[in-house]
Nanobody, 124 residues
Framework: QVQLVESGGGLVQAGGSLRLSCAAS????????MGWFRQAPGKEREFVAA????????YYADSVKGRFTISRDNAENTLYLQMNTLKPEDTAVYSC?????????????????WGQGTQVTVSS
């Protein structure tokens, strides 16, 4: 089992930046591929980005490619999402996930563990 806790969300103006963190406990993150997802009000949860165990490979949803960067620090047991040039349509609850079960490279990867999420609100 691994417990995931996100932080770093908040209110930011369009064009601004935020850095989300996902801290893990229970088991070392270095054993898991990980990802970020988001869910806007009234919409289904959608994939944002994913990273391999070592951090050597990543991929992104087209909607965030070039603006968001996923990274990890296995020594600190933490996953990050750097979000730049934020847009109002990026407003959502952002959740991290660990233990990729299937679907690497797709827009619907399956993960075994989930955090509760952190709210990101981008004002226009």
């Amino acid at each position: 089992q691994v417990q995931l806790v996100e932080s770093g969300g908040g209110l930011v103006q369009a064009g601004g930046s935020l850095r989300l963190s996902c801290a893990a406990s229970g088991r070392p993150l270095r054993t898991y591929a990980m990802g970020w997802f988001r869910q806007a009000p009234g919409k289904e949860r959608e994939f944002v980005a994913a990273v391999t165990v070592t951090g050597g490979n990543t991929y992104y949803a087209d909607s965030v490619k070039g603006r968001f960067t996923i990274s990890r620090d296995n020594a600190e047991n933490t996953l990050y999402l750097q979000m730049n040039t934020l847009k109002p349509e990026d407003t959502a609850v952002y959740s991290c996930a660990a233990e990729l079960l299937s679907g690497w490279g797709t827009l619907d990867p399956k993960f075994g563990f989930w955090g509760q999420g952190t709210q990101v609100t981008v004002s226009s």
